[in-house]
C-alpha cells in the first residue's frame, strides 16, 4: 500500500532530492503521507516537436518538468492532481508507438514510453493510484477535460479557415477549447472556460460562436478530430523517440518548454550524435514499493536520485 511506503526513510529521501533537483523554480513536493511511486522520462508532444519529460508519479499527483541536467537538475514544473486526470491509452502508427494521453481539466497532452513493457507498466501504476486516491477521499473523476492540442507540424495552414498559410511572418495559435491550430484572424476573440483558466482564453471564432450563443457550455466536451491528431506528427525520419535519445537529448539540455522557441539546428545536430552514442546506457523507469525495494522494467539495479544502487533492491514488478 501507498501508505505503508509513504511512511518510509528512503521515500522522504527521494521527494526531498526531488525538490532540490527543481530548486526555487519548483513547488514543496513532500508532505506527511504522500508517497513517490515511481519515475522516469516520456517523450512529450509538445506543440513545436516530441521532447523528453522528467515524470514523477505520486500517490496523489503527477509531476513533470524539463531536464536541464539528467537526475540533478530540472525546471518549468507542472503539477496535476490525480483526481483530476484519466489516461487514454493511443493506437501505434508509423511514426508513434507506446503512446497514451494524459487528461485532465487544466492540461492534456500526448506522451510516449520507448517500449510497450513500459507503456503498460505506466499506465496500470497511474490508473492503480488513481483508483485508490478516489476510494479514499470518495471523490468522483472529474468529467472536465482540457483539449488536447494538435501539434504546429500538422497544420501549415489554418485549420478553421483553412486559407491562411503559416510562415515565419504568420504565426500559429491555438483554440483553448478545441485544440485546433488557427490563424490571428480566426481566433482574436476570448472566452472564460472556467476548468482551464480564471481568466478569458484565446478561442476559435467557431468555439466562441457556439459558446457565446449557448449551443454549447465551456464545460461541454469537444467533438471533433483534435485529440486524435496528437500523435500524427510527420516529423521526417523521426520515428518513436527511444529511451536513449530521449536521455541523450536531456543531458545536452536541448528541452526547452513548449511556449519558447525551438533551437531547431541544435535538436537535429543532437539527433545525428544519438545515432552514433551505442556505449551510453540506458535508463529505465521505476516504481517503488516498500522496504526499500524498487520495481523496474529491466533486470538490473540502477541509481535513482542520488541514491546508490546499492540501498535498492530489484525485484519483479508490483502494482502497489
Not at 519515475?39 to 514523477?56: A, H, M, S
Not at 492540461?107 to 501504476?125: G, I, L, Q, R
Not at 514499493?289 to 519483479?316: A, H, M
Request: positive net charge.
Amino acid at each position: 500500500m501507498t501508505s505503508k511506503l509513504a511512511l518510509t526513510e528512503e521515500n522522504v529521501k527521494r521527494i526531498k532530492n526531488i525538490e532540490d533537483c527543481f530548486g526555487s523554480s519548483g513547488q514543496k513536493l513532500y508532505k506527511s503521507g504522500r508517497a513517490l511511486v515511481g519515475e522516469g522520462v516520456l517523450t512529450k508532444i509538445c506543440r513545436k516537436k516530441p521532447k523528453p519529460r522528467q515524470f514523477f508519479l505520486f500517490d496523489d499527483i503527477l509531476v513533470y518538468g524539463n531536464i536541464l541536467l539528467s537526475k540533478k537538475k530540472y525546471n518549468k514544473q507542472h503539477l496535476l492532481p490525480l483526481e483530476e486526470v484519466k489516461i487514454v491509452s493511443l493506437d501505434d502508427d508509423s511514426n508513434f508507438r507506446n503512446g497514451w494521453q494524459i487528461v485532465s481539466p487544466s492540461k492534456s497532452f500526448a506522451v510516449y514510453a520507448a517500449t510497450p513493457t513500459e507503456k503498460a507498466e505506466w499506465m496500470a501504476h497511474i490508473k492503480k493510484c488513481i483508483e485508490q486516491l478516489l476510494e479514499k477521499t470518495g471523490k468522483k473523476p472529474s468529467g472536465d477535460e482540457a483539449a488536447v492540442w494538435v501539434p504546429d507540424q500538422i497544420a501549415p495552414f489554418c485549420m478553421l479557415c483553412k486559407k491562411t498559410k503559416f510562415s515565419a511572418i504568420i504565426r500559429k495559435h491555438h483554440c483553448r477549447r478545441c485544440g485546433l491550430v488557427v490563424c490571428n484572424s480566426c481566433s482574436s476573440k476570448k472566452f472564460l472556460i472556467p476548468h482551464i483558466s480564471a481568466k478569458p482564453v484565446r478561442v476559435c471564432d467557431q468555439c466562441f460562436t457556439k459558446m457565446s450563443s449557448g449551443q454549447v457550455k465551456p464545460d461541454d466536451p469537444v467533438v471533433n478530430d483534435a485529440n486524435n491528431m496528437t500523435h500524427k506528427v510527420e516529423t521526417g525520419s523521426f520515428n518513436s523517440i527511444t529511451r536513449k535519445e530521449s536521455e541523450k537529448l536531456a543531458e545536452s539540455g536541448s528541452s526547452a518548454d513548449e511556449s519558447e522557441e525551438d533551437d531547431t539546428k541544435r535538436y537535429d545536430d543532437n539527433s545525428k550524435k544519438i545515432e552514433d552514442d551505442i556505449k551510453s546506457e540506458e535508463i529505465q523507469p521505476t516504481f517503488y514499493k516498500i522496504n526499500n525495494e524498487v520495481v523496474e522494467t529491466g533486470n538490473r539495479p540502477l541509481s535513482v536520485n542520488g541514491l546508490t544502487k546499492d540501498s535498492l533492491q530489484s525485484n519483479p514488478l508490483t502494482i502497489i
